[in-house]
T-cell receptor, first 115, second 112 residues
């Protein structure tokens, strides 16, 4: 149980285009989802927290207009990188949690390369 | 503000050696503590967690961690490591309704 699936696993896009990444909790209802970004050989940097049915809470320094997060249902959250630039190339990871339960379950991550 | 500090960035051990990875945290309020592991090419997996109760927590694959409140620490230990423990280990802090913040990770390399 507690499986979180991200799609796609990797994506290459042209500079200036937008990319959508999906995060699904397959066997539980996730009231909260987190989006992280991981740079090579560095830790996970929390980008935003999203609760089902409400607006995402972004961490300081994260552009909400660039990284659009939607958490429309209890099993799906999406991250859209708008007008992507090469510096947006990174590994994006989502995690999902049931409210009131401390642990979070992680997706396998999405490697985004912007050329 | 909450933060997590991992002291060792890169650790190299021989098989059967004992392991201890340090983790210190700063957090106001009721704290939940986690250790996650990321094996090469795989996604993050939960090793163990502390919510309350016995401060010595046992996790999967023979790992354990001890919560020492007075030291704000949650060090990870394993008495005898195996080659298959080669991975990156992340300490994390949060609570049941709040965000989870990660340390910078410790890359563990076990020599066969």
């Amino acid at each position: 149980g507690a499986v979180v699936s991200q799609h796609p696993s990797w994506v290459i896009c042209k500079s200036g285009t937008s990319v959508k990444i999906e995060c699904r909790s397959l066997d539980f209802q996730a009231t909260t989802m987190f989006w992280y970004r991981q740079f090579p050989k560095q830790s996970l940097m929390l980008m935003a927290t999203s609760n089902e049915g409400s607006k995402a809470t972004y961490e300081q320094g994260v552009e909400k207009d660039k990284f659009l997060i939607n958490h429309a249902s209890l099993t799906l959250s999406t991250l859209t990188v708008t007008s992507a630039h090469p510096e947006d190339s990174s590994f994006y990871i989502c995690s999902a949690r049931v409210r009131g339960r401390g642990e979070a379950f992680f997706g396998q991550g999405t490697r985004l390369t912007v050329v | 503000a909450q933060s997590v500090s991992q002291h060792n960035h890169h650790v190299i051990l021989s098989e059967a050696a004992s392991l201890e990875l340090g983790c210190n945290y700063s957090y106001g309020g009721t704290v939940n503590l986690f250790w996650y592991v990321q094996y090469p090419g795989q996604h993050l997996q939960l090793l163990l967690k502390y919510f309350s109760g016995d401060p010595l927590v046992k996790g999967i694959k023979g790992f354990e961690a001890e919560f020492i409140k007075s030291k704000f620490s949650f060090n990870l230990r394993k008495p005898s490591v195996q080659w298959s423990d080669t991975a990156e280990y992340f300490c994390a802090v949060g609570n049941r309704d709040d965000k989870i913040i990660f340390g910078k990770g410790t890359r563990l390399h076990i020599l066969p």
